[in-house]
């Protein structure tokens, strides 16, 4: 199997395995314990990872990850997902709304050895909170 398949398998079980599932245990085996998320480099290891799972998939039940794209090159994995759920406990100061949310997210990840080092996330966390109600929409 090639660099860019092994590393494309490591990055799809992020979605798969943890986020669609719950499957924290994964989170130990494939973020090394020097993971930083960028842009806030302050945020980094697998114990930052679970806790931001614990943030989002609580706030939002019936959370689910769908990949659209996946392309990888050398030691980097690019995927553009489509995150739903329904608001059903308080997020980011948001009371629960009981509102079904779909957004979209791009990540790049590094990876090391088997490992992710390093990612880039973008979700749209204007979209997201326009969808709570916490921004005006046009």
């Not at 690019?78 to 949310?101: A, L, N, S, Y």
Request: contains cysteine; charged residues 30%; glycine residues 8%.
């Amino acid at each position: 199997m090639s660099t860019e398949k092994e590393n494309k398998a490591i990055h799809r079980r992020v979605y798969e395995e943890i986020w669609n599932k719950g499957n924290l245990d994964v989170v130990d085996e494939i973020f090394d314990d020097n993971y930083i998320f960028h842009p806030l480099p302050q945020r980094r290891g697998p114990k930052w990872y679970k806790e931001m799972y614990h943030d989002l998939a609580g706030a939002f039940t019936d959370f689910h990850c769908e990949i659209e794209d996946m392309i990888a090159e050398g030691d980097r994995v690019m995927v553009r997902t489509t995150i739903t759920g329904t608001h059903t406990r308080e997020f980011w100061g948001v009371d629960p709304t009981g509102k079904q949310i779909s957004v979209t997210e791009i990540a790049v990840v590094r990876i090391k050895d088997g490992k992710i080092v390093e990612e880039w996330g973008s979700p749209d966390l204007f979209s997201l909170m326009q969808q709570l109600g916490a921004i005006p929409s046009r």
